[in-house]
């Protein structure tokens, strides 16, 4: 079965709407989770590095206002489209470590198609 | 940082072909590897993985082996079927490092 739940799955919303995306961990503490963002010819890039209990960890080019990463326990991390704008609308996909150490596989979300119109 | 390099498709088989996804990397030490598979609309599910020279990793008759001689962890599976069109993705991951992909390679099986 799934070991990290995301929600909602798919978002239409309009242009200025703030999007919530949620991440949880199942069974399991996460005390990082990692957020992607999938484009059209499928490739996916690292967002951010969500860490719990202190700043998300954000890749070059990507806005931190735009994109309000927080992961307030240790089972959940939040990603928050700030008014969000059609050049927004993409795949997004989180991913948590099960177990401790650096060479853990992750494990990832089911993604959330968001769609702004 | 760690890179990693695969094929790009997309690539088109007859089921009960032969697969091959050519992958290399490129780390300063030893990272684990790992083969990720995603079906359309969904997120990515880990395949398969191999964390040191030599080991090989296998599930649902898809194998790759660690080859630290030629950074390289090429997926092949004997005999494909249309339930394995998906995207195939090759990720490294090394100590502190982050998980980095390749661009994915994306497989449709025609029966």
């Known amino acids: 079965g799934a070991v990290v739940s995301q929600h909602p799955s798919r978002v239409i919303c309009k242009s200025g709407t703030s999007v919530k995306i949620e991440c949880r961990s199942l069974?399991?503490?996460?005390?990082?989770m990692f957020w992607y963002r999938q484009f059209p010819k499928q490739s996916l890039m690292l967002m951010a590095t969500?860490?719990?209990?202190?700043?998300?960890?954000?890749e070059q080019g990507v806005e931190k206002d735009k994109f309000l990463i927080n992961h307030a326990s240790l089972t959940l991390s939040t990603l928050t489209v700030t008014s969000a704008h059609p050049e927004d609308s993409s795949f997004y996909i989180c991913s948590a470590p099960l177990g401790q150490g650096g060479n853990q596989p992750q494990h990832f979300g089911d993604g959330t198609r968001l769609s702004i119109l | 940082g760690n890179s990693v390099t695969q094929m790009e498709g997309p690539v088109t088989l007859s089921e009960e072909a032969f697969l091959t996804i050519n992958c290399t990397y490129t780390?300063?030490?030893?990272?684990?590897l790992f083969w990720y598979v995603q079906y359309p609309g969904e997120g990515l599910q880990l395949l398969l993985k191999?964390?040191?020279?030599?080991d090989k990793g296998s599930n649902k008759g898809f194998e790759a082996t660690y080859r630290k001689e030629t950074t390289s962890f090429h997926l092949e599976k004997g005999s494909v079927q249309v339930s394995d069109s998906a995207v195939y993705f090759c990720?490294?991951?090394?100590?502190?490092?982050?998980?980095?992909f390749g661009k994915g390679t994306k497989l449709t099986v025609n029966p």
């Open positions: 069974d399991f503490q996460a005390t990082t």
């Open positions: 969500s860490n719990e209990g202190s700043k998300a960890t954000y």
């Open positions: 191999a964390t040191k020279a030599d």
């Open positions: 780390a300063t030490g030893y990272p684990s």
């Open positions: 990720g490294a991951q090394g100590g502190s490092e982050k998980l980095v």
